[in-house]
């Protein structure tokens, strides 16, 4: 099973996800992590069976359903946030995934500002945590896998307040087989209590 996702599902929610199905005992998953922006590409390729982005628009031969919406916040150690308050955001490194990744172009935009002058690319979810817990830069980053450091103040919002909903769908073949349908229903069914609608 070829399934094309995003890095902050498979960190947070997906497993337990995939894993509730009967039928994914029987699977081999092969993933293929791409930002939920660009995901879409392999699915258009053919390339993966199924595949979750941000897309609601589905490929030719294709069907889509809508998961729930992940909820992101910019954040960064308060010893970040001390050292860069009197230079303003445009100055603050950022941590991006890979060139694909526009959530913080997205944030600094609602701010006024165009684009990031400083970046350091990190293609991994739990590196994004662990370098601005650290206090390298700021990143926007989903609130399901930073509540704990949120509980104990390693990382604060830039801008209180401010969050991000990014929807998430699941794209599959008109073809589906009874096997990928059970997985699509698991996934849907969890999706429901972990994403916000």
């Known amino acids: 099973m070829r399934l094309a996702v995003n890095a902050d599902s498979i960190d947070t ?8 199905a009967e039928v994914s005992q029987r699977m081999d998953f092969d993933f293929v992590v791409e930002d939920q922006d660009v995901g879409l590409k392999r699915m258009k390729n053919g390339e993966v069976m199924a595949c979750i982005c941000a897309s609601e628009q589905p490929v030719n031969g294709g069907l889509v ?3 729930g ?3 992101y916040r910019a954040l960064a150690s308060p010893e970040f946030i001390q050292r ?3 230079s303003g955001f445009e100055h603050m490194p950022c941590l991006i995934f890979s060139a694909d990744d526009r959530l913080q172009h997205r ?3 609602a701010q006024g500002i ?5 970046n350091h690319v990190c293609p991994s979810s739990y590196g994004f945590v662990n ?3 650290a206090g390298l830069g700021y990143s926007m980053m989903p609130e399901l896998q930073v509540q704990t450091q949120l509980d104990n103040g390693e990382l604060v919002d ?5 969050s991000l909903d990014v929807p998430l769908y699941w794209h599959y073949w008109q073809t589906e087989s009874p096997a990928l349908a059970e997985l699509r229903q698991s996934v849907v069914a969890v999706a429901k209590h972990h994403l916000s609608h």
């Open 13 to 20: 929610w997906l497993a337990q996800a995939l894993a509730a």
């Open 65 to 67: 359903q809508y998961l």
């Open 69 to 71: 919406n992940i909820r």
């Open 84 to 86: 860069y308050q009197q």
């Open 107 to 109: 944030f600094l935009q």
């Open 114 to 118: 165009a684009e990031p002058r400083n």
């Open 131 to 133: 370098l601005a817990v």
């Open 158 to 162: 830039l801008v209180a307040g401010y």
